[in-house]
């Protein structure tokens, strides 16, 4: 009897010991449209995001995760297929004749499919996908609705919040005030600026409130003890000078996995990460080898190598048609415009009829209102290179690129990015598209025209002052 006992033992040890294929955990990825980590356990002290924050402590934050694109279709296409966009041919922002992916490469639901996981697209959120190539049906989601899973199946389910996209409301349970929101210096410091801000924190409180419900959700259904739960921003916030532009504004996000046995609670992390890095996670923890052709890293293996660089590219955004390349180290940014004739703010409609701030910028500018940094935005060209010390310049506003004190830095973030448009296939750009798009005349309206716009921005956001 004895001996029965301990031979008992002995194979539920081997059963539950590394080597031996443990339950495949359900995964649940979380992404929030157009933000930057503007959540309280980034130290934001104007915002409260009690249910994110409470992830982050059960599990890691991610301080220096950066996306692919600072614009939601390319990044989202990257972050499906694992690789950056331009490698797949999915970096023009609102493609107009989409393909196929290259042969070789697949969407990580595919993969997930293929290992026996349920894929559930939106479930208890938004179903957005936006992505820049075409998918078969038998290679997409299997469902939409939460509860037609079956029950005998580890799962996979992919929610947007939508909210934090303009066009931005308010938060009627915890208003921000304008005074207490940080103005980055390239901007003036005007009401107008800071209700912008404001309302946007609030929209990400009422995302945090959406993110906690899901939560709720899985917890009732005692489902969080065995998924890992990921939550992620597409790109950064959809202001002036971050969505759309290869700035930390455009592309810093918030990361948060909790993943309960698997990651340490409190955890944070410090080292670069790029959110393609989320589909070689996910596969990873699906059981699933990771391809040859991934450029993701899985960042919770412990021996993972750490980045030493992130990339990043901007091409056309609507029918605004533009070209960036960046490369980001720890310490330095190097920006490569590929179109310098180009102005920053040349027209773009989405941003012209969605920006209460660029209205303010383009009329202070045209009245000389703007101090020096402020103007650099409004430049009706670029410089071909930027570069920045991120360590004393975090706001990015001082271009170093050209001086003797960074030469060498300069020379090397050259290398590196050369070398990476190398590997993906970077197409650079052609006279075709140097030449096409919405016309680059610039400034885009007149001072008249610019005032009568503001006159409405002000009125919706400050009646008050009308």
């Known amino acids: 009897m004895k001996r029965h006992y301990l031979l008992a033992i002995f194979i539920a040890l081997l059963l539950t010991g590394p080597g031996f294929a443990q ?57 499906m297929c694992g690789v950056h966009q331009n490698s797949i041919g999915a970096h023009q922002h609102r493609t107009e004749k989409k393909m196929p992916l ?52 580890p799962f996979f389910m992919q929610l947007t919040f939508n909210n934090t996209h ?34 946007g924190l609030e929209e990400i409180q009422i995302m945090d409130r959406l993110a906690g419900a899901v939560i709720a959700r899985l917890e009732k259904e005692e489902l969080l003890e065995n998924t890992l739960v990921i939550f992620i921003g597409d790109h950064g916030r ?10 930390d504004s455009g592309l810093h996000v918030p990361l948060i996995m909790k993943w309960p046995g698997k990651i340490k609670a409190g955890s944070v992390r410090s080292d670069l990460v790029s959110s393609i890095d989320v589909s070689a996670v996910i596969l990873a923890a ?42 980001r180290s720890d310490t330095h940014k190097y920006i490569l415009n590929l179109m310098p004739e180009r102005a920053y703010c040349q027209f773009n409609k989405y941003k012209e009829n969605s ?18 940094v402020q103007s650099l935005f409004m430049a009706p060209a670029k410089p071909e290179v930027e570069l920045y010390d991120l360590r004393n310049d975090p706001f990015e506003i001082l271009n170093l690129a050209g001086t003797d004190e960074v030469a060498q830095i300069q020379a090397e973030l050259r290398a590196e990015l050369d070398r990476w448009r190398k590997q993906i296939g970077d197409q650079g750009v052609s006279e075709t598209f140097r030449a096409g798009g919405w016309p680059a005349d610039y400034p885009t309206r007149t001072l008249e025209q610019w005032q009568q716009l503001l006159s409405k921005w002000q009125l919706k956001l400050l009646p008050e002052q009308e």
């Not at 304008?178 to 210096?185: I, K, M, N, S």
Request: charged residues 30%.
């Open 102 to 153: 290259p042969d070789e490469v697949k969407t990580i639901v595919e993969h997930l499919r293929v290992a026996g996981y349920h894929t559930i697209l939106g479930g208890l959120g938004s179903g957005k996908t936006d992505l820049n190539f075409t998918i078969e049906k038998d290679q997409f989601f299997h469902s939409r609705k939460w509860d037609d899973r079956p029950k005998d199946k």
């Open 23 to 79: 339950e495949p955990p359900n995964i649940v990825l979380m992404m929030a449209e157009d933000m930057c980590p503007d959540l309280s356990c980034y130290g934001n002290t104007a915002v409260q995001t009690p249910h994110l924050d409470r992830l982050a402590e059960q599990g890691v934050r991610f301080d220096k995760a950066f996306t692919t694109s600072p614009v939601c279709s390319p990044s989202r296409s990257a972050i």
């Open 238 to 247: 959809c202001q002036v000078r971050g969505k759309q532009f290869l700035y």
């Open 286 to 327: 699906a059981g699933v080898k990771l391809p040859e052709y991934l450029h993701g890293r899985d960042i919770l293996n412990p021996e993972q190598s750490k980045r030493r660089y992130v990339f990043a590219a901007r091409d056309k955004m609507d029918d605004t048609h533009d070209a960036m390349r960046a490369v």
């Open 355 to 372: 920006y209460p701030v660029l209205a303010l910028l383009n009329v202070m500018n045209m009245k000389e209102e703007l101090n020096s």
């Open 166 to 199: 303009r066009k931005w409301g308010r938060d009627d349970q915890r208003p921000i005030d304008p005074a207490t929101v940080e103005v980055p210096p390239y901007y003036p410091d005007h009401p107008l600026v800071r209700r912008d801000i404001a309302n």
